[in-house]
């Protein structure tokens, strides 16, 4: 079954703490990974495309990490700020239109 | 701003009722797919169109429906409201049918009451 698990659930972390998001994901076949980050009541905004050869990529205080032997994926946030605050959805693309979302991560950043 | 806009913004419906939600996709972009996002869940994929065909469609009952217009513009139809319909329903253009990258709109949320 194509599922994409993400812990935690939810988390709560001080203004300038690091974090890190899990993803682990089961979709076969599979073409890319994404980390979306979406505001309460907005559509989600794309952080990071990986492909099944890149293993770190960056955008800015995001970094994300791809182990496609273990199908594991990671969201990793340097220096929190207050407009981080958001859900982060773990989405993996696999053939056709076959697109499975995570349930997200809810990150709270409190000052 | 993604390019991609949704209207209305928000919606009130009764139980029953039916309810049409509208996309306007990005400039370029022939590719339009459906979200329902539950509150505190991730997206489920309702369908998809590609010129103006139903390209693909996830596990929704046929009163969930759909068009898309030479334009690319599209349109999501619920006939028979149930109130486990009340949820964010997002919207998301791309180039291209399979595995291109994805612009969402800010959603329309729908209650149902």
């Known amino acids: 079954k194509n599922q994409v698990e993400q812990s935690p659930q939810s988390l709560i972390i001080l203004e300038g703490k690091n974090c890190t998001l899990q993803?682990?994901?089961?979709?076969?076949?599979?073409?890319?990974l994404r980390w979306y980050k979406q505001d309460t009541g907005r559509g989600p905004v794309s952080l990071t495309i990986?492909?099944?050869?890149?293993n770190t990529k960056s955008n800015g205080r995001y970094t994300a990490t791809l182990d496609a032997d273990t199908k594991q994926s990671s969201l990793h946030i340097t220096a929190s700020q207050l407009s981080d605050s958001a859900s982060y959805i773990c989405?993996?693309?696999?053939?056709?239109?076959?697109?499975?979302f995570g349930a997200g991560t809810r990150l709270f950043v409190k000052a | 701003e993604t390019g991609v806009t949704q209207s209305p913004t928000h919606l009130i419906k009764t139980r029953g009722q039916q309810v049409t939600l509208r996309c306007s996709s990005q400039?370029?972009?022939?590719?339009v797919s459906w979200y329902q996002q539950a509150l505190g869940q991730g997206p489920q994929f309702i369908f998809q169109?590609?010129?103006?065909?139903?390209?693909g469609r996830g596990n929704f009952p046929p009163r969930f429906s759909g068009l898309q217009f030479p334009n690319y513009s599209s349109e999501l139809n619920v006939n028979a409201l149930e109130l486990d319909d009340s949820a964010l329903y997002l919207c998301?253009?791309?180039?291209?049918?399979?595995?291109?990258?994805?612009?969402f709109g800010q959603g329309t949320r729908l209650t149902v009451v």
């Open positions: 989405v993996v693309y696999g053939g056709g239109f076959k697109t499975i």
């Open positions: 990986m492909t099944f050869s890149e």
């Open positions: 169109y590609y010129r103006e065909e139903e390209n």
């Open positions: 400039s370029g972009h022939n590719t």
């Open positions: 998301a253009s791309s180039l291209g049918r399979t595995n291109t990258e994805a612009f």
């Open positions: 993803c682990n994901y089961t979709v076969s076949p599979f073409s890319n």
